[in-house]
């Protein structure tokens, strides 16, 4: 059994299904990729899994606990933390406190969370704008700042929502050495939505590909890079 | 029974006045996405002017509308250039400081109305103050229904403005997506401001039309805000039919309400069924209608 | 947010002129009295701040807690003439119990619908307090033979209290909870993912904040020996007031109600005595007006507040000095 499962989740926005009887499993260690065209419903999701929205039917269990009707932030506490695809930074506090509000899930007191912090502004690299007002951070620092926060609320399973998006490529290549650091330094269980094939290709351990919130394969990147559907639905003509 | 009918009656007729205030306030609600807290301070000044006209000049008020039309709408106008647009892109903690704007403009008109015309009630004698019309046992006040024939042709005319004429394709395009609208072209800022402008001039007829009515002092700007609110949430935002809704169920709540269980509790039964709206029909009473 | 020493030496400083303050003014029992209506504007100031300016709650009623908090020393007295200065703690605890009911209410709601849900329910319970002439004897108002005739006990006693409201912000504000209220003001979506049990944060900045705000109307009932609803249940004067004072000494930092409330009371002062009697009495009407115009300068030229903006206000006085050599 893994860390988390889903099993025939769907959701409906008034008359659209953004998510249909979808179902995967992941396991404890694994890297996996969520792929699918845009709109298909990824980010859809996320927000299912850490209860942002409701499902409409189905169910999601994480370490054997039925998490589908907890909050959002009894999940949280349960253990997944999550990064928002449109950043979410405390845009008037400083990069430390914006973590430090993030370790506080997990400590009590200020130093507690101060050291925290610390070792998650070294470990994503942030150190050198720890006093910066969040709202002021370029791109790259924001998206890193929302792994950050994540991470600091000591999750076991992270769901990453394109993370890489927006970031030029030797920021992508540190994108990519901290994500891998997660779980090979931390051992964090991580879903991972990209759209950047380079990135997905060469993280994921297993890629699960869906397309109008239906679940069109599952199975290893190459297996996945090679089926006709996804290519069809998702990678287009002239992916090579 | 007749007693029942007499309120229903009443409410209905208040309840149509109500819906003017009402729209005015979507209108700037669903474009500026704000909560005016200054629309009955407007409406007050509007009567503070009809009044002056009538008292000086010999005006009626009903004729006062091409008055207070015009310079309510360029107060307004000016109110939203210079004090509201500019804190779009002020970064503040508080985001709702258009909000806290339209309360320190509020206290000024108010203030400044005191200044001028001292707390002392005001009103004006008409041919028809006090008349009323008779059928059965039931009284129908003049002015008042007057009042509602204009609400209904000014709800008319809104009507068409909105769904007729481009003006009225741009504002509504300017509330369902500013960003989307900018990108058609329409310039969002000018919308925004001519909006303000637009509800509050509607709120400046209406107190030509109220002047007959009710007593005119400063604080009673205030008092239709907080009526004007109330209406628009009860209708759901943004709505205009929603707001004739909210308007006409605010006015014979506070008529019924202050018939049949306590007179003092009049202004606490809008304010009741407000929050019971706002908790448990967050879409106000436009979503019972819509699937 | 650093965990350096509790007070710094200015706050120090600040706290001790508070403390010898009346006792320059010891003949002026005028003065006094202003100096014991800042400190009221103190309290009522830091416990609105703490909600809206800290944790993003934007009340627009809490003339609410300030009239529970009267009521509840006034009632008492009115029926079974229990001495009000029980009020001072039961004020503050049962405007809590009313903070914490109508927040089951009010908290389902966010941003400018929150904001109108307090402001509905303060008027609910001004409206309410005026009939029920049973309970609070209406319109007649309760009426109390103060304690002292002499100002400057009342002085220590509302001084204390501000120092206290301020201390318990401060405390809060480097814990978890302090965190916590800023991440609820910052993005409540991304603090739930964080963990933070929104709701009941929300309750706890409720609780500290609708308590001093009934501690601040119990005092005002022992103090100036009358209540009726439509004062302490004032939607301008009291709720209205409490944000102005917020927004214009600062929301969001530890002395900025303080500033605003000094602002606030003085200008009132200074107006209503058509500034000492130098100006034509006409002038003594314009105090609201003018504290209008205040408000709009300070939204649009200072959107953080006397303190919040101190750096900019410093810059701005410094270069017309420098201009002017
Ligand atoms: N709150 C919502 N209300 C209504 N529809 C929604 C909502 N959120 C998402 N949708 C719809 O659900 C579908 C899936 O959206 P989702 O954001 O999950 O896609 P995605 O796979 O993350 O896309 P992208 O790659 O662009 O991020 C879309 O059609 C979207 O419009
Ligand atoms: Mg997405």
Redesign the pocket.
């Known amino acids: 059994m893994g860390i988390l499962t889903l099993n025939k989740v769907t959701k409906n ?2 008359g ?1 299904t ?1 998510v249909n009887k979808v179902s995967f499993t992941v396991e404890e260690g694994e890297i996996l990729g969520l792929i ?10 996320f927000n299912l899994i850490n209860h942002y ?1 409701p499902v409409t039917s189905g169910e999601i269990i994480f370490k054997g606990i039925n998490i589908t009707h907890k909050q959002t932030h009894e999940i949280a506490m349960l253990g997944i933390g999550r990064t928002f ?1 449109v950043v979410k930074p405390l845009k008037r506090l400083s990069v430390e406190d914006n973590i430090m509000a993030a370790a506080f899930a997990r400590e009590t007191t200020f130093a507690g969370a101060r050291k925290v912090a610390r070792e998650v502004l070294e470990f994503t690299h942030l150190d050198h704008v720890a006093n910066m007002k969040a709202g002021a951070l370029p791109i790259a620092g924001r998206k890193r700042l929302e792994i950050a926060k994540a991470l600091a609320t000591r999750p076991s399973l992270l769901l990453l929502d ?1 993370t890489a998006a927006g970031l030029n490529p030797s920021e992508l290549d540190e994108a990519i050495d901290i994500i891998k650091a997660i779980r090979s330094e931390l051992g964090i269980t991580i879903i991972i ?1 990209e ?1 950047i094939m380079k990135v997905i290709m060469n993280i994921s351990d297993r890629i699960h590909a869906i397309a109008f ?1 239906t679940t069109i394969t599952e199975g290893k990147p190459e297996e996945v890079a090679k089926n006709p559907t996804v290519i069809e639905a998702y990678l287009g003509t002239d992916y090579h | 029974m007749e007693m029942f009918l007499q309120s229903l009656i009443s409410g209905l007729l208040v309840g149509g006045l109500y819906a003017i205030i009402g729209i005015g306030m979507t209108l700037i609600m669903g474009v500026l996405k704000i909560i005016n807290l200054a629309h009955g301070q407007m409406l007050m000044v509007s009567m503070y002017i009809a009044w002056v006209a009538w008292y000086y000049l010999g005006i009626d008020p009903y004729l006062s509308v091409f008055i207070t039309v015009p310079v309510v709408f360029y107060l307004a106008k000016y109110i939203s250039k210079y004090l509201l647009n500019p804190l779009i892109e002020k970064d503040s903690i508080l985001p709702e400081n258009q909000v806290l704007m339209t309360v320190g403009i509020g206290i000024v008109l108010v203030e400044f109305m005191r200044f001028i015309f001292t707390s002392d009630y005001r009103s004006v004698q008409t041919s028809y103050t006090g008349q009323a019309w008779h059928i059965g046992g039931i009284s129908i006040a003049i002015p008042l229904f007057w009042a509602f024939l204009f609400s209904i042709a000014a709800t008319i005319f809104l009507f068409y403005l909105l769904m007729k004429t481009d003006l009225g394709r741009q504002i509504r395009a300017t509330a369902q997506d500013r960003l989307a609208a900018s990108l058609m072209g329409i310039s969002a800022e000018k919308i925004t401001i001519f909006t303000y402008a637009l509800g509050s001039a509607l709120i400046a007829a209406a107190g030509s039309f109220f002047l007959p009515i009710y007593y005119l002092y400063p604080d009673v700007g205030p008092e239709f805000t907080a009526k004007a609110f109330v209406i628009t949430i009860l209708g759901g935002l943004g709505s205009t039919v929603g707001a004739i809704a909210g308007g006409i169920v605010l006015g014979l709540a506070e008529t019924l309400g202050a018939t049949y269980i306590a007179a003092g509790y009049r202004d606490a039964f809008g304010l009741i069924i407000f929050l019971l709206v706002l908790v448990f029909l967050p879409g106000g009473l436009k979503s019972l209608t819509k699937v | 947010m650093e965990n350096k020493k509790f007070f710094s030496k200015g706050e120090l400083i600040i706290i001790f002129t508070g403390l010898v303050l009346p006792l320059l003014f010891y003949f002026s029992p005028y003065a006094q009295g202003l100096l014991i209506f800042i400190m009221m504007w103190v309290v009522l100031g830091t416990s609105w701040n703490l909600l809206a300016g800290y944790t993003g709650q934007v009340s627009f009623g809490h003339a609410a807690y300030f009239g529970v908090g009267a009521y509840t020393a006034a009632l008492p007295f009115l029926h079974y003439k229990i001495s009000p200065w029980w009020g001072l703690i039961a004020g503050g605890i049962m405007a809590v119990v009313i903070g914490y009911l109508l927040g089951v209410v009010v908290f389902r709601l966010r941003g400018p619908y929150f904001a109108l849900g307090t402001l509905a329910s303060a008027e609910i319970l001004r409206i309410a307090f005026g009939e029920e002439e049973w309970l609070t004897n209406g319109h007649n108002g309760i009426l109390y033979i103060t304690t002292w005739v002499t100002k400057i006990p009342y002085y220590y006693i509302i001084f204390a209290i501000a120092v206290a409201s301020i201390v318990s912000v401060k405390l809060l504000m480097r814990r978890r909870e302090g965190y916590y209220f800023l991440s609820i003001r910052e993005d409540e979506d991304a603090a739930m993912a964080l963990g933070i049990n929104t709701k009941k944060y929300k309750n706890i900045s409720m609780i500290v904040s609708s308590f001093w705000a009934g501690v601040a109307g119990a005092f005002y009932f022992i103090y100036m020996g009358f209540i009726d609803s439509e004062t302490v249940f004032a939607l301008h004067n009291i709720s209205i007031i409490t944000i102005l004072v917020g927004i214009i000494g600062g929301v969001g930092t530890i002395w900025g109600p303080a500033v605003g409330a000094i602002i606030m009371v003085l200008l009132q002062e200074l107006f209503r005595s058509a500034i000492f009697g130098l100006a034509p009495q006409w002038v003594s009407g314009m105090h609201a007006f003018v504290f209008g115009l205040l408000v709009i300068f300070v939204i649009l030229y200072l959107p953080g507040g006397v303190v919040g903006d101190w750096e900019l206000i410093k810059k701005k006085l410094h270069l017309k000095s420098n201009t002017e050599k």
């Not at chain 1, 699918?36 to 999701?45: A, D, F, L, Q």
């Open positions: 926005f008034g659209l953004a699918g065209p845009n709109g298909s419903g990824k980010t859809t999701i929205y695809q394109e939505v759209h919130g």
